[in-house]
């Protein structure tokens, strides 16, 4: 009696995981660039009760044993990288990144290089390129004071137009 409350109780707390999993994924579901999970779960150890072939009178054999499961539990939390959809911002900085393994490359505040996929960008004070966070862009990117237009190519280069010219150059 105890061992099946135990198993159920496995279950409960590994369905209880997935709830607050999927949870987390509705809670995110407007956030820019975030990437939903899923859980893996796996089979706890069985017990064998009776093996399969255990002899059951002197002429025949147990065709199949009998296995007790043990409960199950997570043994993962997986990303799921794929893309959302693409809404037009009408912000000249604002990005999108294809592919399944492609990340913005940013500057933390410690130094330390991160990765993201929120395309979300503005300019600061100073005129760097920067998450919403006021992380920068790696390389740091610096659009001129005197820029009149800005648009980022297919291919990633950032290029403005500077006051008095027809052309537009990479920054």
């Known amino acids: 009696m105890l061992q099946s409350l135990y198993t159920a109780a496995t ?19 407007s956030t820019t660039g975030f990437k939903s999970q899923r859980v893996d779960f796996q089979d706890l150890l069985y017990v064998n009760l009776k093996p399969a072939g255990t002899p059951t009178s002197p002429e025949t054999n147990t065709p199949a044993g009998i296995q007790i499961g043990e409960g199950v539990k997570p043994v993962a939390t997986q990303r799921i990288f794929t893309e959302g959809s693409v809404t037009n911002t009408n912000n000249p900085l ?6 399944p393994e492609s990340f913005f490359q940013i500057t933390q505040p410690n130094g330390q290089i991160a990765y993201s996929r929120d395309g979300s960008f503005t300019q600061d004070g100073n005129g760097n390129i920067v998450t919403a966070n006021g992380y920068f862009m790696d390389p740091p990117v610096q ?8 648009s980022i190519t297919s291919t990633g280069q950032i290029m403005a137009t500077i006051a008095g010219n027809t052309t537009q150059k990479q920054i």
Do not use: F, H, K, R
């Open 94 to 99: 604002d990005m999108l990144i294809t592919g």
């Open 11 to 29: 279950g409960m707390a590994a369905q209880q995981l997935n709830i607050d999993t999927i949870a987390n994924n509705l809670a995110n579901v």
């Open 143 to 150: 659009i001129p004071n005197d820029a009149t237009a800005i």
